[in-house]
């Protein structure tokens, strides 16, 4: 794994948003894997004001995200379809039809697991996945103890997770029980992974993932088994790290 050592958030969210620029210039038709949540905000922010100076193209790349809720409408306020919409998606010349999220409202929702994993096989797989980490470890909506054979698939989430979501709901009670998620196979068959680690609350988990084994309790330690996996944190993220010499190395 890679790593980007950066000053602050706004650092990092400008670097991550120079990779997805980098790939969508590259390959037009490029399939970006995205993440929602509070990390990935600034990247997004970063992409609409490139889109509007730049004027970088989406009209034929496409995007899958990680997750979605089940048991909320996509047009609910905190559905992720709404996240997109919101925070990227109505800002950029993204075709509507180029944006896959998982539908949470599915009426069979194991059919709706593998129409999802068929889809991004059929768009070629993903060529660069965004992910964010949960306090726990988790990686899209994986939770510790998920297998790392895990493909597409419905989880319940750990009450950790849901506590820490409740921030974007009026109240704990309204935070979904269960989520659809890309499963830990899923995200390891992407091309390219982008880690984004941003904060003194991520501190902890991230030295956590840098010097433990793999192993299914700590799900983002499956990435130790993908080739090309670059993680972009910044400084009170990596606070954590005791090895002065490597925050030394990497200019932190
Ligand atoms: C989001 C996702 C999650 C988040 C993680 C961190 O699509 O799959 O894994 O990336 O929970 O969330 P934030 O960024 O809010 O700390």
Do not use: W
């Amino acid at each position: 794994m890679n790593i980007i050592a950066v000053k602050n958030y706004e650092e990092m969210s400008k670097k991550a948003a120079e990779f997805i620029i980098d790939t969508v210039k590259t390959k037009p038709n490029a399939v970006l894997g995205m993440a929602t949540g509070g990390t990935a905000v600034g990247t997004y922010k970063c992409l609409i004001q490139d889109f509007n100076q730049n004027k970088t193209s989406y009209k034929q790349a496409y995007t899958v995200n990680l997750d979605e809720y089940i048991g909320i409408d996509p047009e609910h306020e905190q559905s992720y379809h709404t996240y997109m919409d919101n925070h990227l998606f109505q800002h950029i010349d993204l075709p509507k039809n180029h944006q896959y999220i998982p539908n949470g409202n599915a009426k069979n929702l194991e059919a709706e697991c593998k129409r999802y994993e068929e889809a991004i096989e059929a768009l070629g797989g993903v060529d660069l996945q965004i992910l964010g980490i949960g306090h726990n470890g988790h990686i899209g909506f994986n939770e510790p103890g998920t297998s790392f054979d895990s493909k597409t698939q419905v989880v319940e989430l750990a009450e950790s997770t849901r506590k820490a979501n409740a921030r974007f709901f009026e109240d704990l009670n309204e935070v979904p029980t269960q989520a659809i998620t890309m499963g830990i196979a899923t995200i390891l068959k992407s091309k390219k992974i982008l880690l984004l680690v941003s904060g003194k609350g991520k501190a902890e988990i991230l030295q956590k993932l840098l010097t433990c084994d793999i192993t299914e309790s700590i799900p983002a330690t499956a990435l130790k088994k993908h080739p090309n996996v670059t993680i972009i944190a910044d400084k009170e993220a990596l606070s954590f790290l005791a090895d002065t010499e490597m925050k030394v190395r990497m200019s932190v």
